[in-house]
């Protein structure tokens, strides 16, 4: 395999053992969002909403990892999930779901990018568009220009720094202070964190599953890194991801009840970021600060370089004809289109995350069951499979205001699941008529 | 509301996963290559295990057409001379020995089995030798129901017959032992041999007797089982000695090996 060939730009030149691909998916998966959306859970549900985030995550993974492994067995060709489309739809339905998975992946990179705006406006003292410069450089430089490679070389020390910084300051701040003084806290300006018979955290717990679930399901990124691991251990490295994931959000979780506990605040969204005015180490600030740097910059960098991938091989190329060489150079002026575009949108909008992520659910609770559909079905489907999630999204969006965020990805997961079921439904029995008439004839 | 005591619980809980996380990373990185080395040999020896059955039912294979090849030479035999009385039951003695041998496709059988298969050739070539031939079976009561590798026996008792009674005219003698000492279960068949070069015999012995070295060598540690052949003045003897194990146990054993290759 040569340097020269495309495949090397997306999937890279190694075969991942348990280690790295536990690795490679951790710096995928340990997110803007984890770092913005887990702080709004516990605050929202109290003590079991920080809980229940990392439930959601590590019960997702281990999903997947069941699915994983029949896709790397079932298809063992493919590269990523435009792939499969491209085998189980026809064009309408393939395009439609292209352009769907693209503005999942759009509102993905978005939100790192907001994280990413947000932190540095914190902690740089210079105007947010030249530090945003630079860290979109940097992606490009990485994801844009090093592909697969030098994504996976930077997955290591982001790991390091996220890990590091997870485990050294809660232990640091609670050694120090002591749980008492916290607890106080929180009971005295937040009693209701510490309330924990809430119905709601558990629906919110099962809904989140749903939506996790979907996001994996049809992300782009980890498809992309599912034929980067070796197929005997694909489940096991799954399984270990979820669980290790889980740890992540829980240890913010307790960091965010250092930050909160002495007094009220005024916004969720940067909550956690105001750890760095609670810690007295410069160590331990350099160390959170990289850890967010690390989160929010190896997401950015896997979603970057899978959507360019998903760009190039799935949508052009099926428009036009290219060369490798070609997808190399294309590839890095889709990347850099993408930092430019979101360098130009973060600056501008901004918007509430954790409603963002229930908006965007409703998208991947929409998409499973016609993505599993496709993944083990035998045919190539009919546009109404595909179509079934544009019904299902309409109508949870119609339903949002009367039912709520989690009930909307609840309608929208019933809705297409339902519609999918009737249609096969609906072909089994068309299949059954046709034979019978054959036989009679 | 959540109690002082189960705040630090929880406390304690969120501090200490990340880094039951992390060891379990660094776990991973320091003794993945161990693992998967000890994995692969694991695969490995289970490989060789799957290809010396492979092989061994192979072998099994080979020894029929060898049997049967010189089995219808003595029946043939007799056809050609008109012995029609005794051509009967030789086809009679070898139909009972066919039924016998396609009864079951058994990789182990008893030593009262492998004998009752012997004895129904040994009664073949009884007829076509008549007085010429005589031999004996001695075994103990104990030993009866032993495992032991089919044909072995009959292979034995078929190379007296091929590279010595049936080239060099003579008394026939043929003397079948098997006793239990020490755990193992030794097996003697001593054949009279007057006449017979040695260097020529042991040459002519060749495929039969490898067979059963080898067979041997798959089924048990090589350091349990053995096979010599002695040539004494006056005939060869022909010494096998393996563990005493009973086909029940074999069986299982071998359903064993079957489930962890399986897995």
């Given at each position: 395999?040569?340097?020269?060939?495309?495949?090397?730009?997306?999937?890279?030149?190694?075969?991942?053992?348990?280690?790295?691909?536990?690795?490679?998916?951790?710096?995928?998966?340990?997110?803007?969002?984890?770092?913005?959306?887990?702080?709004?859970?516990?605050?929202?549900?109290?003590?079991?909403g920080?809980?229940?985030?990392?439930?959601?995550?590590?019960?997702?993974?281990?999903?997947?990892?069941f699915?994983?492994?029949?896709?790397?067995?079932r298809?063992?060709?493919?590269?990523?999930?435009?792939?499969?489309?491209?085998?189980?739809?026809?064009?309408?339905?393939?395009?439609?779901?292209?352009?769907?998975?693209?503005?999942?992946?759009?509102?993905?990179?978005?939100?790192?990018?907001?994280?990413?705006?947000?932190?540095?406006?914190?902690?740089?003292?210079?105007?947010?568009?030249?530090?945003?410069?630079?860290?979109?450089?940097?992606?490009?430089?990485?994801?844009?220009?090093?592909?697969m490679?030098?994504?996976?070389?930077?997955?290591?020390?982001?790991?390091?720094?996220?890990?590091?910084?997870?485990?050294?300051?809660?232990?640091?701040?609670?050694?120090?202070?002591?749980?008492?003084?916290v607890?106080?806290?929180?009971?005295?300006?937040?009693?209701?964190?510490?309330?924990?018979?809430?119905?709601?955290?558990?629906?919110?717990?099962?809904?989140?599953?749903?939506?996790?679930?979907?996001?994996?399901?049809?992300?782009?990124?980890?498809?992309?890194?599912?034929?980067?691991?070796?197929?005997?251990?694909?489940?096991?490295?799954?399984?270990?991801?979820?669980?290790?994931?889980?740890t992540?959000?829980?240890?913010?979780?307790?960091?965010?009840?250092?930050?909160?506990?002495?007094?009220?605040?005024?916004?969720?969204?940067?909550?956690?970021?105001?750890?760095?005015?609670?810690?007295?180490?410069?160590l331990?600030?350099?160390?959170?600060?990289?850890?967010?740097f690390?989160?929010?910059?190896s997401?950015?960098?896997?979603?970057?370089?899978?959507?360019?991938?998903?760009?190039?091989?799935?949508?052009?190329?099926?428009?036009?004809?290219?060369?490798?060489?070609?997808?190399?150079?294309?590839?890095?002026?889709?990347?850099?289109?993408?930092?430019?575009?979101?360098?130009?949108?973060?600056?501008?909008?901004s918007?509430?995350?954790?409603?963002?992520?229930?908006?965007?659910?409703?998208?991947?609770?929409?998409?499973?069951?016609?993505?599993?559909?496709?993944?083990?079905?035998?045919?190539?489907?009919?546009?109404?499979?595909?179509?079934?999630?544009?019904?299902?999204?309409?109508?949870?969006?119609?339903?949002?205001?009367?039912?709520?965020?989690?009930?909307?990805?609840w309608?929208?997961?019933?809705?297409?699941?339902?519609?999918?079921?009737?249609?096969?439904?609906?072909?089994f029995?068309?299949?059954?008529?046709?034979?019978?008439?054959?036989?009679?004839? | 509301?959540?109690?002082?005591?189960?705040?630090?619980?929880?406390?304690?809980?969120?501090?200490?996963?990340?880094?039951?996380?992390?060891?379990?990373?660094?776990?991973?990185?320091?003794?993945?290559?161990?693992?998967?080395?000890?994995?692969?040999?694991?695969?490995?020896?289970?490989?060789?295990?799957?290809?010396?059955?492979?092989?061994?039912?192979?072998?099994?294979?080979?020894?029929?057409?060898?049997?049967f090849?010189?089995?219808?030479?003595?029946?043939?035999?007799?056809?050609?001379?008109?012995?029609?009385?005794?051509?009967?039951?030789?086809?009679?003695?070898?139909?009972?020995?066919?039924?016998?041998?396609?009864?079951?496709?058994?990789?182990?059988c008893?030593?009262?089995?492998?004998?009752?298969?012997?004895?129904?050739?040994?009664?073949?070539?009884?007829?076509?030798?008549?007085?010429?031939?005589t031999?004996?079976?001695?075994?103990?009561?104990?030993?009866?129901?032993?495992?032991?590798?089919?044909?072995?026996?009959?292979?034995?008792?078929e190379?007296?017959?091929?590279?010595?009674?049936?080239?060099?005219?003579?008394?026939?003698?043929?003397?079948?032992?098997?006793?239990?000492?020490?755990?193992?279960?030794?097996?003697?068949?001593?054949?009279s041999?007057?006449?017979?070069?040695?260097?020529?015999?042991?040459?002519?012995?060749?495929?039969?007797?490898?067979?059963?070295?080898r067979?041997?060598?798959?089924?048990?540690?090589?350091?349990?089982?053995?096979?010599?052949?002695?040539?004494?003045h006056?005939?060869?003897?022909?010494?096998?000695?393996?563990?005493?194990?009973?086909?029940?146990?074999?069986?299982?054993?071998?359903?064993?090996?079957?489930?962890?290759?399986?897995?």
């Amino acid at each position: 395999m040569t340097k020269k060939k495309y495949s090397v730009y997306i999937l890279g030149t190694l075969q991942l053992g348990i280690g790295f691909g536990i690795v490679t998916l951790l710096s995928r998966w340990v997110t803007g969002n984890t770092i913005l959306s887990s702080p709004e859970a516990l605050i929202k549900y109290g003590i079991l909403g920080g809980l229940g985030y990392s439930l959601m995550g590590a019960f997702a993974f281990i999903l997947f990892g069941f699915i994983a492994t029949y896709i790397r067995k079932r298809y063992p060709m493919h590269q990523t999930i435009g792939d499969l489309l491209k085998e189980k739809t026809n064009p309408v339905g393939y395009w439609y779901t292209i352009l769907l998975l693209l503005f999942t992946g759009m509102d993905s990179m978005f939100v790192q990018a907001t994280g990413a705006a947000i932190l540095f406006s914190l902690i740089f003292p210079v105007p947010l568009y030249i530090s945003l410069f630079f860290f979109f450089s940097f992606c490009f430089i990485i994801a844009g220009l090093g592909g697969m490679q030098r994504i996976h070389q930077f997955a290591g020390i982001s790991i390091t720094f996220i890990f590091a910084a997870v485990i050294l300051i809660p232990v640091y701040f609670y050694i120090q202070n002591g749980v008492y003084p916290v607890y106080e806290g929180v009971q005295l300006y937040h009693p209701y964190l510490l309330f924990w018979k809430n119905i709601d955290t558990f629906y919110f717990v099962i809904t989140g599953i749903i939506i996790g679930f979907g996001q994996v399901l049809i992300d782009r990124a980890t498809w992309q890194r599912v034929y980067m691991l070796k197929q005997s251990r694909i489940r096991t490295i799954f399984t270990l991801t979820g669980l290790i994931w889980a740890t992540i959000p829980l240890s913010l979780s307790s960091l965010l009840l250092v930050v909160v506990y002495s007094g009220s605040f005024h916004d969720v969204k940067i909550l956690l970021f105001q750890l760095v005015y609670n810690i007295n180490s410069t160590l331990l600030i350099a160390i959170f600060l990289l850890f967010c740097f690390s989160a929010i910059s190896s997401t950015l960098n896997a979603e970057l370089h899978a959507t360019t991938v998903f760009t190039v091989k799935n949508a052009i190329s099926e428009l036009i004809p290219l060369s490798d060489q070609n997808k190399w150079h294309l590839s890095y002026w889709i990347t850099g289109m993408q930092c430019l575009f979101l360098y130009l949108v973060v600056i501008i909008i901004s918007p509430t995350f954790i409603e963002l992520l229930f908006f965007f659910g409703s998208i991947y609770a929409a998409l499973i069951s016609p993505i599993l559909w496709m993944i083990f079905s035998r045919d190539r489907l009919s546009s109404f499979v595909p179509s079934t999630s544009a019904i299902a999204i309409f109508l949870s969006i119609l339903s949002s205001s009367s039912t709520g965020h989690l009930g909307a990805i609840w309608v929208s997961f019933i809705t297409s699941t339902s519609l999918c079921a009737c249609f096969m439904l609906f072909r089994f029995l068309s299949i059954f008529r046709e034979e019978k008439r054959k036989r009679l004839l | 509301m959540l109690q002082i005591e189960d705040f630090s619980l929880y406390v304690m809980f969120c501090v200490l996963a990340p880094l039951v996380g992390a060891f379990t990373l660094l776990f991973l990185f320091i003794f993945e290559k161990r693992i998967d080395l000890l994995e692969n040999q694991a695969n490995k020896l289970v490989l060789e295990k799957e290809l010396q059955q492979a092989k061994y039912f192979q072998l099994n294979q080979q020894i029929q057409p060898h049997f049967f090849f010189n089995t219808l030479n003595s029946i043939l035999s007799l056809a050609r001379l008109n012995r029609m009385g005794e051509l009967i039951r030789a086809i009679e003695v070898f139909s009972k020995f066919l039924k016998v041998k396609y009864k079951s496709n058994q990789s182990i059988c008893t030593v009262a089995e492998e004998l009752e298969y012997s004895s129904y050739y040994l009664e073949i070539q009884k007829i076509r030798f008549q007085s010429r031939l005589t031999y004996t079976i001695a075994m103990e009561e104990q030993v009866k129901q032993v495992a032991i590798l089919p044909f072995l026996i009959q292979t034995l008792v078929e190379n007296a017959f091929k590279h010595s009674f049936e080239k060099y005219p003579g008394k026939a003698q043929l003397n079948i032992t098997l006793t239990l000492s020490n755990s193992h279960v030794l097996l003697t068949v001593w054949n009279s041999s007057e006449g017979v070069h040695l260097n020529n015999y042991q040459d002519a012995r060749g495929h039969g007797l490898t067979n059963i070295k080898r067979r041997l060598q798959h089924m048990y540690a090589e350091e349990e089982a053995s096979f010599q052949l002695i040539h004494e003045h006056g005939g060869t003897r022909a010494v096998v000695s393996w563990p005493v194990s009973y086909p029940t146990n074999l069986k299982k054993e071998a359903k064993q090996n079957e489930h962890y290759i399986s897995r």
